[in-house]
T-cell receptor, first 114, second 111 residues
Framework: EPEVTQTPSHQVTQMGQEVILRCVPI?????FYWYRQILGQKVEFLVS????????KSEIFDDQFSVERPDGSNFTLKIRSTKLEDSAMYFC????????????FGEGSRLTVL | GENVEQHPSTLSVQEGDSAVIKCTYS??????FPWYKQELGKRPQLIID?????GEKKDQRIAVTLNKTAKHFSLHITETQPEDSAVYFC??????????FGKGTRLHILP
């Protein structure tokens, strides 16, 4: 069964460093998402991406965040200068039909900022 | 603002009893309402969803009801089992291409 894959599974970084989290969505999906989950808290929407551009973003997704689909398969989330409060699990998700289809989540990338 | 409210935050039920989790949403244009189950350290997984053109949907022990007028929807789990213990999130489409999650309900099934 096709699934969303994410790398790395866990990344530890120093505050102020840049981090890139990578995702490979399901191949025939058209909509891509990043969500964040701080330990023990809710799953928070960060950004949605369709047709090679951001379609929606939340207040969390400030200038320190960016997303890119550099080729036909990868979908990346970049945090330019990490802060302690960026420590969380980051989930990538993809969807084949916007707003009416299931979100398929990857297993997540745990980011720890020291 | 755009929001999905979920209650209760924790719920303990005896094995075999029913569990009900309730959510409300703010955007009357929302048309898709999924429920996700998240086990400790795992990704959220879809367990059931409902679209705005129906009022109820059932899949074995799990059912979801939707009241569009009141803008609320509920998850019902009957004959609960130990493996139902997890965190459950409701979600709704809000304001375009985003699905917003509630804060989650930690369900404990007591032996």
């Amino acid at each position: 069964e096709p699934e969303v894959t994410q790398t790395p599974s866990h990344q530890v970084t120093q505050m102020g460093q840049e981090v890139i989290l990578r995702c490979v969505p399901i191949s025939n999906h058209l909509y891509f998402y990043w969500y964040r989950q701080i330990l023990g808290q809710k799953v928070e929407f960060l950004v949605s991406f369709y047709n090679n551009e951001i379609s929606e973003k939340s207040e969390i997704f400030d200038d320190q965040f960016s997303v890119e689909r550099p080729d036909g398969s990868n979908f990346t989330l970049k945090i330019r200068s990490t802060k302690l409060e960026d420590s969380a699990m980051y989930f990538c998700a993809s969807q084949d039909i916007a707003n009416t289809g299931e979100l398929f989540f990857g297993e997540g990338s745990r980011l720890t900022v020291l | 603002g755009e929001n999905v409210e979920q209650h209760p935050s924790t719920l303990s039920v005896q094995e075999g009893d029913s569990a009900v989790i309730k959510c409300t949403y703010s955007d009357s244009a929302s048309n898709y309402f999924p429920w996700y189950k998240q086990e400790l350290g795992k990704r959220p997984q879809l367990i059931i969803d409902i679209r705005s053109n129906v009022g109820e949907k059932k899949d074995q022990r799990i059912a979801v009801t939707l009241n569009k007028t009141a803008k609320h929807f509920s998850l019902h789990i009957t004959e609960t089992q130990p493996e139902d213990s997890a965190v459950y999130f409701c979600a709704a489409t809000l304001g375009g291409d985003k699905i917003i999650f509630g804060k989650g309900t930690r369900l404990h099934i007591l032996p």
